[in-house]
């Protein structure tokens, strides 16, 4: 496999106000190749622009690791870090009043970063192309309140790429515009991972972006869930008709570097599994099936068994070993009761 841009190894962000301590990534596992264009999905909350945060040297994970073409962000010191950011990352955030100056115009808006970073020289030249490539060059002289939302958006990717960063990461950038305005931001991602190569991550409530990006994960509770890549396939039928193309999705479990993987939870209700499954080895694969009852019921005693036993030698009579188990489950503890008759019968 080609050497990743990005790896996160079992990256985790704890966020601590006053006493209460919220966890942002759970161990999260992620690879990047070069020049991907990549989606990032999941519910609010679920850790997305922590992870943005994290890639773009804005914040440091708690645990964990994490490279960036080929640099360890954690061994890197604030000013590497600073240094890292402002060079090598291009931001696009959901709110143009954060990636834009409103009283400048477009020009004006791209040629900022360049001057604080001192490039002077070939800056014209390159703030035309950059507007060129976000299809604006005849908005150059406009002001910000004199575009639309899109435009404003367009404008905003053409500052976060003004100083040639090598990677491109989105937090939600289609997020407060109408859907064909969506369509244009996602075409003029698509054209600039084309034409510069440029690694790129973008966040969104969106499902509908896995028609517009390589491959798409799904973070939930600060871990990876899915991924979901799209396959082109040939579509040509009769001979002498053009071949068309059509897209096929394959959506993947993820499993991360401990083995685990979360099964979509309407599959373990149509199954009715919970708690235990039985795991076989089939022709092609692993089936996950629910735990017959016979299994179950000897599974639990002997697990019923051990605790009242224990309970006993330090003289509880099984009523401290009945109480635990009422915690787990119906099942249970209808056995520790009949345990409990049985040895009190005796
Ligand atoms: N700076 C912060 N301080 C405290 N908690 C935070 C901070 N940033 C995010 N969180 C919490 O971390 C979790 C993940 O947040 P976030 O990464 O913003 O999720 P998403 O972008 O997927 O909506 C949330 O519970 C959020 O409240
Ligand atoms: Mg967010």
Redesign the pocket.
């Known amino acids: 496999m080609e050497e990743p841009f990005i790896a996160c190894d079992n990256l985790v962000k704890i966020?601590k106000?006053a006493n209460l301590e919220?966890v942002?990534l759970q161990g999260l596992d992620l690879v990047v190749v070069p020049g991907e264009l990549m989606g990032i999905v999941?519910p609010?909350?679920?850790?997305?622009?922590?992870l943005m945060n994290i890639l773009g040297g804005l914040d440091r994970p708690s645990a964990g690791r994490v490279w960036v073409d080929g640099q360890d962000l954690l061994k890197m010191s604030n000013a590497d870090l600073n240094r890292y950011r402002r060079s090598k990352v291009g931001f696009v955030w959901q709110q143009v009043s954060r990636n834009l100056v409103p009283y400048l115009t477009a020009q004006e808006n791209v040629e900022l970063p360049m001057t604080l970073a001192g490039s002077g020289g070939k800056k014209r030249q390159r703030v035309g192309e950059l507007l060129e490539a976000v299809d604006l060059a005849e908005r150059r002289h406009h002001r910000l309140a004199q575009m639309s939302g899109g435009e404003q958006q367009r404008v905003a990717i053409a500052v976060a790429l003004a100083n040639d960063p090598k990677l491109l990461l989105a937090d939600e950038p289609t997020g407060e515009v109408d859907s064909a305005t969506a369509l244009a931001i996602y075409d003029t991602f698509k054209r600039l991972n084309r034409e510069y190569g440029l690694t790129t991550l973008i966040v969104s409530h969106d499902p509908g972006i896995a028609r517009h990006v390589n491959r798409v994960v799904a973070?939930q509770d600060g871990k990876m869930a899915t991924e979901t890549v799209r396959q082109s396939v040939a579509n040509g039928e009769a001979e002498g008709e053009l071949e068309e193309e059509e897209d096929i999705f394959h959506e993947l479990v993820v499993l991360d570097s401990a083995g685990r993987l979360r099964v979509p939870k309407e599959y373990l209700e149509q199954f009715g599994i919970k708690g235990r499954v039985m795991l076989d080895l089939v022709e092609d694969g692993i089936l996950i099936s629910p735990v017959p009852e016979s299994v179950q019921a000897r599974a639990s005693e002997h697990y019923v068994s051990e605790m009242v036993s224990e309970a006993e030698g330090q003289r509880w009579r099984g009523l401290r070993a009945l109480a635990l188990l009422r915690s787990a489950g119906e099942r249970v503890t209808d056995l520790a009761s009949r345990l409990r008759e049985r040895k009190g019968r005796r």
């Open positions: 966020y106000i919220t942002a999941g609010s909350g679920s850790g997305k622009s922590t973070i």
